[in-house]
């Protein structure tokens, strides 16, 4: 089972997203059959096991035994995944382009380059998991607290010069056998936990 799988195909988003499927691809962090899951669920076994056969078509869940039990054959199944990201290439026609409203400060834009970073190294894990290799990544995660505004734009500025500083360093653009790699960094506010309705 992979940690994350990437969904690429429309129809394979939709079904994803479907609310019963979802609570099956839940269910299934443990495998099972029909019988089980719907134990599990509180639903009847034949709704489960059209919503398997519906996910299994599109490659979210996968069988991973039979067994026999007297006359009858159960079909134990596992998800593909501990858990999934819906690739922006699911909506082609619409998804967003950061070449469109290049303005680093602005929040469309941020989310137009994440969504970008989700394609990009989704199609690269796709592929990856044919060939059994590992994609080269490296990925940085912190939390910072301004006191103020200007801080944030000194920040914003410095964290500019420093990262043009480096790839002017490195960058080879006639390098033989070179391969291109995107560097990309976010800074965006953390947004506060909303309190659950009681």
């Avoid at 962090?29 to 029909?34: F, H, L």
């Avoid at 991973?64 to 026609?93: C, D, F, H, M, W």
């Avoid at 602005?106 to 989700?118: C, E, I, M």
């Avoid at 944030?152 to 291109?180: C, I, N, Q």
Wanted: proline share 5%; charged share 20%.
């Amino acid at each position: 089972m992979l940690d994350v799988a990437v969904i690429e195909e429309p129809a394979a988003a939709e079904s994803s997203l479907d609310p019963m499927r979802s609570r099956v691809l839940a269910a299934l962090a443990e495998s099972g059959s029909a019988a089980m899951l719907a134990a599990r669920l509180g639903l009847p076994r034949q709704k489960v096991n059209y919503h398997l056969k519906e996910l299994e078509r599109h490659g979210l869940v996968e069988l991973a035994e039979q067994r026999r039990k007297g006359n009858v054959t159960e079909r134990i199944y596992r998800a593909t995944a501990a858990s999934y990201v819906i690739s922006p290439s699911a909506l082609a026609a619409v998804s967003p382009d950061p070449s469109r409203f290049p303005d680093q400060l602005s929040a469309r834009w941020l989310l137009a380059l994440g969504a970008r970073l989700v394609q990009e190294v989704g199609a690269l894990l796709t592929g990856a998991a044919g060939t059994g290799r590992r994609v080269a990544t490296f990925g940085i995660d912190a939390e910072v607290r301004f006191a103020s505004a200007a801080d944030r734009a000194a920040f914003a500025d410095e964290l500019t010069k420093a990262v043009a500083a480096l790839v002017s360093r490195y960058h080879d653009e006639s390098a033989p056998g070179g391969r291109g790699h995107r560097v990309v960094v976010a800074l965006h506010q953390i947004p506060t936990a909303q309190p659950s309705a009681s």
